[in-house]
């Protein structure tokens, strides 16, 4: 087991797969509207607790004070490369609600190489995840260290990866970027959905 001391501060990624995107087009924009994160829906850590990790929680409230102190983030494909929506401009918008941390890039540019890229990637079904990397501020275990919550965090990446379902006119795949300008990588973990 990872002492709970090294899990403060230090990069983290998590990836969602989730049904509830909307990707829609209208002329030259594409709107890309989902949930980089899910609350209070367990998913093991490193294979959950009977494999030496851990089962873990985000808290309803865990990206209050981030929100709040507005980051300057970004949309992006895979953690990389040009943002294809920003905070700082006002094409990206996070918030919360009573399912999650909520990802909306209404104006998306079809014109832009690689919101092309995406696109097509999406509408073939390979694109169906969503990640995205953060800093735990504060966190409680269960006094057996089997299951975590994660009380308070600082958004700091997110990305498209393959397994977050869109609707459109017909269902696709889609993923999404939340990500700062300045992050590093981060060990990589899978959501497992409540009945799977």
């Avoid at 494999?51 to 949309?75: M, Y």
């Avoid at 009573?98 to 696109?119: F, K, Y």
Wanted: charged letters at 35%; glycine letters at 6%; proline letters at 7%.
């Amino acid at each position: 087991m990872i002492p709970k001391s090294d899990l403060i501060d230090v990069p983290e990624r998590r990836a969602v797969a989730v049904s509830d995107f909307e990707i829609r087009k209208s002329g030259d924009l594409l709107s890309l509207r989902g949930y980089a994160s899910v609350f209070d829906a367990p998913y093991d850590i490193y294979g959950g607790p009977e494999k030496g990790g851990w089962t873990e929680i985000v808290d309803k409230r865990a990206f209050d004070v981030t929100l709040r102190e507005k980051p300057d983030l970004h949309l992006l494909i895979n953690h990389e490369g040009m943002p294809l929506a920003r905070t700082k401009s006002g094409t990206l918008k996070l918030s919360t609600d009573s399912t999650g941390l909520l990802v909306d890039a209404p104006d998306l540019d079809r014109r832009d190489p690689d919101v092309q890229r995406l696109e097509v990637k999406m509408e073939r079904g390979d694109m169906d995840e969503m990640s995205f990397a953060f800093r735990v501020k504060k966190q409680e275990w269960e006094d057996d260290e089997t299951l975590r919550r994660l009380t308070e965090v600082s958004s700091t990446r997110a990305t498209c990866r393959s397994s977050t379902s869109a609707p459109t006119r017909r269902p696709r795949s889609a993923c999404a970027a939340c990500c700062p300008s300045s992050t590093t990588s981060t060990t990589p973990w899978r959501l497992l959905r409540p009945g799977r």
